[in-house]
Each structure stands twice: as C-alpha cells, then as structure tokens.
C-alpha cells in the first residue's frame, strides 16, 4: 500500500487482516471518518492488496439517491461475483408478522451462506461503501453476516462519523457491532502539516511551499479532500503571502465548476440533483441536448476531475453535494418532474419504482402530486416484495405526505396508513404501527368503511401487544357490528382476533366466540380464517384445565400444516409442548422441542430458532441441568434482543431470573431484571414474578413492597394464571397473608393434578400443582391436607423426571410435618430433609441446600464453594477440555469461560487447571 500519504498504519492493520483471511480467519472492518477524510480510497489500497494474495474482490456501494432500491450494496456485491440474488423476489405484503420475519431471516442466511462459499476457495474481499446512507435492512444484513463471518472472508465497511447521531439505525448498528469480536473499527483523522505538504505536492506536480502548506492544514485541519480541492487551486509561481485561500470547500468547487462550458455545467448540475442513477440518456431528456452533446461534455466534466471517467458518477460525494446546492429549488423540482417522465415512458417503468417514486415526490409542488401518490405506494409495495419494511413504511408515509394535496378517497387513505402499518409492525416500529392503525380506523369509521376498519385490526394478527390490545379489542367489535352479518372470511378472523387480544384478560366469553369463529371458517372453507380461528381457540382454553383440548388443537395444527406449511407446523408442535408441559409428561414435551428445532433448522429463523431454545432451556431446568439450561437461556435472550421484540426478550429474562434463584448464581442475571413497564393493568400482575426474584436474592423488604402492590386476582390472565397463583402462594406464605391464602389454595385446588407452567408459551416447568397447594395448607393450619399434598407431590414429581422440584416439595414436606409435630413428624422430617439437602446440593440448588440446613442443622449436606455453572466448567476442565472447546459446548465466549476458571481457582485456592481435577476427584471419592 505505497503513495497513501498519512494512512501507513491503517494500511497495515487491514494487510494484517488480509493476511489472516488468506490462512483462515475471518473479519469484519469498519473504517469510518468524515467526508472526505479518504475512506474510499484506503478500502480501495485494500482491495489493490487482496487482489495481489489471489483474493476475489467485489463492492458495493449505498447511495443517498433516495430512489435506489434496497439492499443496493450486497444486491451490487452478488451481481459482482455472479451469484444469485436471495434479497430480490416477491412476499405476501398480508403474510402473517412471524412468516414475514423467517423469510427475511432465512434471505439473510442464503446470502450470508452464498459469500461464504465464495470466499472458501481463496479468499474473498468486500466493500461496503458509503453505509452511512445504506437502508435499514442493508445495516441490519451487515450486523447479521458480522455474527456469523465466513473463513477467508473480509468484509469492510465505511462510514461517515458526522452521521451516527442523525441516523439511528446508523448508529444502532454500529453498537450492535462493536459488541462482535471480529470486528475492528478504524476512525480516520486529518493529516498532520507534513502530510499535507507531500499531499499537496503529488496533486499540483512541484513542491509546495512550508507557509502555503501550513496555511492549507489550518484552513482544512488535514482533510486529504479538501487539501486537494485547494491544491487544485495553486500554481508554482505562488507563495504564502500570495496564497488566497477560498473560504470553504463549496467555493474551491464552485471555483472548479465555473471553469466548465456552460452545456457541461447544466449537465453537471442535473447530474447532481439526479443523483448516480441517473445515465447519460436520462441526462439528455432532461437537459434538452442531443445524446452526442451529452458524452461530449461528461467527457469535459471528466477531464477537470468532476466526474469519473467515463461515467456520470461525480469523483466525489463532495464535489455533487456541493454542485446540487448551487441548483435553485424550482429548477430541481424541474428536474425531477423531468426524470420520473423519461424512466416512466421506458419499456419497463416498473422496474424502476421506487426511483420514479423519488423523483415524483421530489418534484413536488411543482410536479403532479395523485402521480407521486400511486408511485409512492408502487414504491412501497416494491419494497414490501423484498422484506425491506423500513423502506416500505418510509415509502408509504410519502405517498401519505404528497396525498395532502390532493383529493384522495378516504378509502385508498385508509389503505395506504393500514399498509403502512404492516411494514412498521414486521418491522418492529411498534409505536408507529399503533398510530397509524389508529388513523386508518378513524377514517374508516368517518367514511363508513367497516371492511376497512377490519383489515386495519387484522394488522395485528400473530402480535402480542398489550398496548394495543384494548384498542384494537375496541375496533374489532365496532368493526363486527359494521359488517354484514353474513359468513365471511374477514368476519371469522375479526371474531378470532378479538378473543386474541383478550388474552391479556379473563373473559367469560371466551370459549363461545372462539367456537364461533372457528365454525363459521370451516363452512366457509377459508383455510387462513381456521388457522386464527384455531389460534383464538388455543388462547380461549389456555386455562389449566384446557391442557387436553390444546394438544387436541395443536394436533388438528399439525394435520393442517402436512402441505409443507411451516408456520401451522410450528404452533401446532408449540401447543403440543405448551399441553404435555402442563399434563407432567416432560419426555413428550421434549420431543416437541426437538420437533421445534428441526422447523427452526429448515427455516433458518432467528424467531423459530428462539422458541426451540427457551423450550429446550424450560425442559433442561426441569430435568436439573442448570448449566445446559443457563447456556441456552443466555442464547435464547441473545437471540430475542436480536430480534428486538419484547414479546421473546421478557420470558427470556424471566427463566435467566427463575434459574439465578434456583441455583443461587446471580452472575447470570441480565442487566434488564428490573422489568420496566409494570404498572400498565394488563401486565402488573408481573410484579409477583419480580417480587418472587427479589425474594430469592434477599432483597426482602422490596419484594414484600412489590407484593403488597399487587392487583386484583382476576387480572391475572388465564394462560398465566397456574404459574401466577402458584408463586403468589409462596409470598403469601412468606409475609403471613391468611386471607390471600385461603383464595389461592381454593383457586389452585381444582388444578392439583396439573403441573406449574402457562398454557401459552411455557417458559418454566416447576414441578406439581400439588407442591404450592401443600405450602397454601400448611401455613394455613391444615396440617393433615398439606402433609397429603406434598407427599403426593414428590411422587407426581419423581415420577415426571422432574428432581428440582422433587427435593423442593420434600423440603416443603419436612416443614410441615415439623408444623404438625405428631408422633413420628421429627423423625420423617430428618429424612426428607436430609434428601432435599442431598438433591439440592447434587443438582447445585444452594438457596434450597442452605434452606435445608437451616430447617435441622446438621442434618443438610456438606456445602459446595462453586456456582452450579463454575462446577459444570470444572468438570469440563477435569476432563482435560480446552476453554475454545468448552466455550463452543456451553454456548459462551471463550473470554466468559476463562473468567469462570479463573474463579473456581480463586475459590478453590488452586495454582493450575491439573489441581482442579484433583479437587474433583476428592469429591467425587467423597460423595460429595
């Protein structure tokens, strides 16, 4: 990388980079700066290098041409190395939100997988330039390939650091990235005043003099672009004193301009209003020159270092910025109004529209604004076909913009802000979607619309939001009033939707309108109306006693789905594990998960791949495999904060708290486990869960302040409920509350032979109803009932394979046979004390083992230094395993590993790993 002047050092952290893909590795490299600072030009030395070791080689580059579709850098990438393009092709814009997001996923997997194989071979470098203008989904792909960089792959990026703070996803981007370990940032500074000097002796060909070389450094505080637009301006016979320097770059661009033939101006100023798009054909519509005219002064523009040689792309982003400004407003509308006529007059203007879109919005007021309107819904059905839904909201809400001025039907209104609403919720805007729902249903109702009001509810099909619940509850039945009242496949998916959203609450209705519902879709044959039907039924039962219907229902799921239809085969096998979860069959449950995961392996879908692992992780701590458990709790939050949906990132948090208190390792509790957001009525009955954690960690007065807090019973939600009443009898429990005792023993009774988890996304199995009904009995004096609960507790739990809960309902019964104090108590309560010690500390239940030994002293087991995750390493290091290779078992970094073995040598007073396994050794002789 000779003759960069300045950059030697960054030139030789990317070699050593190259270096490292030719033998293997992969990287990514973000090379950011400001404008001008030589970005471009040090990925370009990089490039020059890559090819000289046998690398392939292929760019991309994002423009600010608002008309440029998305995905445009690695769309440019692909079409460079000849591979096919997964970002294009069509999607259903009404797909379901879940199918939506699997299929963008599995786009970004084939082209993350299509340049790992190029790069196999021998090496693949890529440039992604300019991704401070790059779209949404363009920065969300670059994050996704950085988690899973090929071998032999360099993957560098530039950006303008003057964007970061503008442009959230920019900046949303660039944190998710610095957290990844193969990637490198490298933020280029100004020159200092000798490099400025031989700068500007390259560009002017004689050696500058100090004082003009000092004064440009001052004057451009080293940025290479600027020097050089300056240095353009110098002659020999110049000296210091002589020098005048322009103020700033706009006038040394103008300075440079003004020297072109006024045709060469005028298409230089088209040119920079257009943008890079714009060819030399379109050039000439717009201008009124001939095409001969045209090339004869881009060849002009060309020779004075304007344009890049042969072509109507400017030699830099500055020079056009600088150019467009010079371009009065109404000659720009002009323009505009000009290029969307010429690219809609070409045999396929379809091809072309989100750029004539552009265009027409851009050349409003002047140009024809119900033309921008119908463009800029064609734009965004365009970017919609490509999964690309922040483009497709964007594209909407201009279509939105430019209806202002015209006359638009409150029905192609409504339309237009339901479509919006589509893209921003598979987007995950959330807050937009809702306001925008909102104003579709507000004009429908106005103009009467009552279809449009219930396409504008369907939205939120497959979406848990309980902010827009109650609203939506609302607008569904004003909107079933509406309708005729004649079957219909809207009607049975308002009627099923409206249950949906009454999850969050107890209905006594529930159960006949979901009936309903799914009645009225199977007369009508509609297949999609049935598969919410069955989704509202799902919910309509999703109380303890439902479990046998819901497997029925997920069962009737998986007969549908038998077509190939992976979205019906997904919830069908989640209701299936969700009902053997609550029957205590957990080997059933787990053939679910695995069936789950075999759909997330075909899919290649962040989402599925997130239910197979907070099943697997649900089923592992039921089992007592709290390190495999934690592993993949850890993944499955990983993975939810990656999809940046509430709805997987809270259950994710709640079992990595749920696990913290059972085994008494707090280290890994996220930092979220405040839980913000409780006192919305939908979801304070949350606190208990938050209250129960508290509890575990010792925090005791400000669990007892949560519970005290607490609303009414009947908040809680039926698919919530067993799992809610059974932790809120052990706060109850805790803070002497009879009166709330007795109403939860009595809520729980009917539910004994069920075990503790919800009917609808299980995220925890704790073991038999009967162990919370025992304690409820217990504290409330009913001695013989609370001895025969637990008892039958241990045997439901034994037999279910479910040890953690086993020793927790002997411990519970070693309490109350204590409480009773009858012939014979003291003696079976030693006993079953003693195995709930033995079993605690067996599985790594401290908080339990240490419970224990309170209870009889003496009677508990011998306790253990290690976390139940630092003894998982141990072992591991015991049998001789690596950290990489730990790491890679585990599902962690190897940096966590080695902290975790640099703890248990700390704890354990050891020097080295060998002294480790000796340790263990010893209690493994032991028995302990």
């Given amino acids: 990388m000779s003759g960069f002047v300045g950059r030697e050092r960054?030139?030789?952290?990317?070699?050593?980079?190259?270096?490292?893909?030719?033998?293997?590795?992969?990287?990514?490299?973000?090379?950011?700066?400001?404008?001008?600072?030589?970005?471009?030009?040090?990925?370009?030395?990089?490039?020059?290098?890559?090819?000289?070791?046998?690398?392939?080689?292929?760019?991309?580059?994002?423009?600010?041409?608002?008309?440029?579709?998305?995905?445009?850098?690695?769309?440019?990438?692909?079409?460079?190395?000849?591979?096919?393009?997964?970002?294009?092709?069509?999607?259903?814009?009404?797909?379901?939100?879940?199918?939506?997001?699997?299929?963008?996923?599995?786009?970004?997997?084939?082209?993350?997988?299509?340049?790992?194989?190029?790069?196999?071979?021998?090496?693949?470098?890529?440039?992604?330039?300019?991704?401070?203008?790059?779209?949404?989904?363009?920065?969300?792909?670059?994050?996704?390939?950085?988690?899973?960089?090929?071998?032999?792959?360099?993957?560098?990026?530039?950006?303008?650091?003057?964007?970061?703070?503008?442009?959230?996803?920019?900046?949303?981007?660039?944190?998710?990235?610095?957290?990844?370990?193969?990637?490198?940032?490298?933020?280029?500074?100004?020159?200092?005043?000798?490099?400025?000097?031989?700068?500007?002796?390259?560009?002017?060909?004689?050696?500058?003099?100090?004082?003009?070389?000092?004064?440009?450094?001052?004057?451009?505080?080293?940025?290479?672009?600027?020097?050089?637009?300056?240095?353009?301006?110098?002659?020999?016979?110049?000296?210091?004193d002589e020098l005048r320097l322009p103020e700033g770059v706009r006038d040394a661009v103008r300075a440079r301009l003004a020297r072109l033939s006024p045709p060469c101006q005028r298409v230089v100023r088209a040119a920079a209003v257009l943008g890079p798009a714009s060819d030399a054909a379109a050039l000439a519509g717009v201008t009124g020159l001939d095409l001969a005219e045209v090339f004869a002064v881009l060849d002009e523009a060309a020779a004075a270092g304007i344009l890049a040689a042969v072509s109507t792309g400017f030699a830099h982003d500055l020079i056009r910025e600088s150019a467009a400004t010079e371009v009065p407003t109404a000659e720009r509308m002009l323009l505009h109004a000009r290029m969307a006529a010429a690219l809609r007059a070409r045999p396929d203007p379809e091809t072309h529209a989100i750029r004539i879109a552009y265009h027409l919005v851009e050349s409003l007021p002047m140009g024809d604004a119900a033309e921008a309107v119908a463009w800029a819904r064609r734009a965004g059905d365009h970017a919609a076909g490509l999964l690309a839904w922040e483009e497709a909201s964007t594209w909407y809400g201009r279509a939105l913009d430019a209806a202002d001025a015209v006359q638009l039907p409150a029905a192609e209104r409504t339309a237009l802000l339901t479509d919006r609403a589509k893209a921003q919720v598979r987007g995950y805007d959330m807050d937009s979607a809702r306001a925008s729902l909102t104003a579709a249903a507000g004009i429908a109702r106005d103009s009467g619309d009552a279809e449009g009001m219930a396409r504008a509810v369907l939205v939120m099909e497959g979406v848990s939001d309980y902010l827009w619940d109650p609203v939506g509850r609302s607008l569904a039945t004003e909107a079933l009033e509406a309708l005729p009242p004649s079957d219909s496949g809207l009607r049975a998916r308002l009627l099923a939707q409206a249950v949906v959203m009454d999850a969050w609450r107890q209905t006594a209705d529930a159960g006949p309108r979901s009936l309903a519902a799914v009645e009225m879709a199977e007369r009508i044959g509609d297949r999609r109306a049935l598969v919410e039907a069955l989704r509202a039924r799902q919910f309509a039962v999703s109380s303890p006693a439902g479990a046998e219907e819901r497997l029925s229902l997920g069962t009737r799921l998986l007969t549908i789905g038998q077509d190939g239809d992976d979205d019906a085969l997904l919830w069908g096998r989640l209701w299936r594990f969700d009902a053997y979860a609550q029957l205590g069959d957990l080997h059933a449950a787990s053939a679910e998960a695995d069936a789950v995961a075999a759909i997330a392996e075909r899919t290649r879908s962040t989402l599925v791949t997130w239910h197979a692992i907070r099943s697997r992780a649900a089923v592992a701590a039921a089992r007592g495999e709290f390190g495999t458990a934690i592993a993949l709790s850890e993944r499955s939050l990983s993975l939810a904060r990656r999809s940046g949906s509430e709805g997987s990132t809270r259950p994710s948090i709640g079992v990595l708290l749920g696990l913290c208190a059972l085994t008494g390792d707090y280290s890994a509790a996220p930092p979220e486990a405040s839980f913000p957001g409780l006192d919305n009525a939908a979801t304070g009955w949350l606190r208990g869960a938050l209250a129960r954690w508290k509890l575990a960690a010792g925090e005791r007065d400000e669990a007892e302040s949560l519970y005290r807090g607490l609303p009414p019973l009947d908040q809680i939600p039926p698919f919530v409920r067993l799992p809610a009443v059974a932790g809120l009898v052990e706060l109850a429990a805790e803070f002497a509350d009879v009166a709330a005792l007795a109403t939860l023993h009595d809520l729980l009774l009917p539910d004994a032979d069920r075990f503790v988890c919800g009917g609808a996304g299980v995220i925890m199995i704790e073991g038999s109803a009967r162990t919370p009904l025992g304690i409820a009995a217990s504290a409330l004096g009913h001695h013989d009932d609370a001895i025969t609960q637990l008892r039958a507790a241990i045997d439901a739990n034994q037999r279910a394979g479910m040890p953690p809960a086993a020793a927790t309902a002997r411990y519970r019964l070693a309490q109350a046979l204590l409480r009773r104090n009858a012939p014979g108590d003291n003696d079976e309560a030693t006993v079953q004390n003693t195995a709930a010690a033995a079993a605690a500390e067996s599985l790594g239940m401290r908080p339990l083992a240490r419970q224990a030994a309170a209870l009889l002293p003496g009677a508990g087991a011998p306790a253990d230094p290690l976390t139940p995750r630092e003894r998982e390493i141990a072992g591991y290091v015991t049998r001789g395993m690596t950290n990489k290779a730990i790491a890679a078992k585990l599902y962690l970094s190897e940096r966590t590993v080695e902290t975790h073995v640099q703890r248990v040598l700390t704890k354990l007073g050891l020097a080295n790993r060998t002294q480790v396994a000796t340790w263990m050794a010893g209690r493994d002789r032991a028995g302990t």
């Fill in 10 to 240: 960054e030139c030789g952290r990317l070699a050593a980079r190259l270096r490292a893909a030719v033998d293997g590795a992969g990287s990514v490299v973000l090379v950011g700066g400001e404008p001008g600072v030589g970005k471009t030009r040090l990925a370009a030395e990089a490039a020059a290098v890559a090819r000289g070791l046998g690398m392939m080689v292929a760019s991309g580059r994002a423009t600010d041409d608002e008309g440029s579709p998305p995905y445009r850098p690695l769309s440019q990438v692909l079409r460079a190395l000849a591979l096919p393009d997964p970002l294009g092709g069509d999607a259903d814009a009404d797909e379901r939100v879940d199918v939506a997001a699997r299929e963008r996923f599995r786009r970004y997997e084939a082209v993350t997988e299509a340049l790992r194989a190029a790069a196999a071979p021998s090496g693949l470098f890529v440039l992604l330039d300019d991704m401070h203008w790059a779209d949404a989904g363009t920065l969300r792909l670059l994050v996704h390939m950085a988690r899973e960089v090929a071998e032999r792959l360099v993957l560098v990026a530039t950006y303008r650091t003057t964007e970061t703070a503008a442009r959230v996803a920019l900046g949303e981007s660039l944190a998710a990235l610095a957290a990844e370990p193969v990637v490198e940032r490298i933020v280029l500074g100004g020159l200092s005043e000798q490099e400025v000097g031989r700068h500007l002796d390259a560009v002017t060909g004689f050696a500058v003099p100090a004082g003009v070389a000092q004064a440009v450094h001052r004057r451009t505080h080293g940025n290479p672009f600027f020097v050089g637009e300056l240095g353009h301006l110098l002659t020999g016979s110049l000296s210091a």
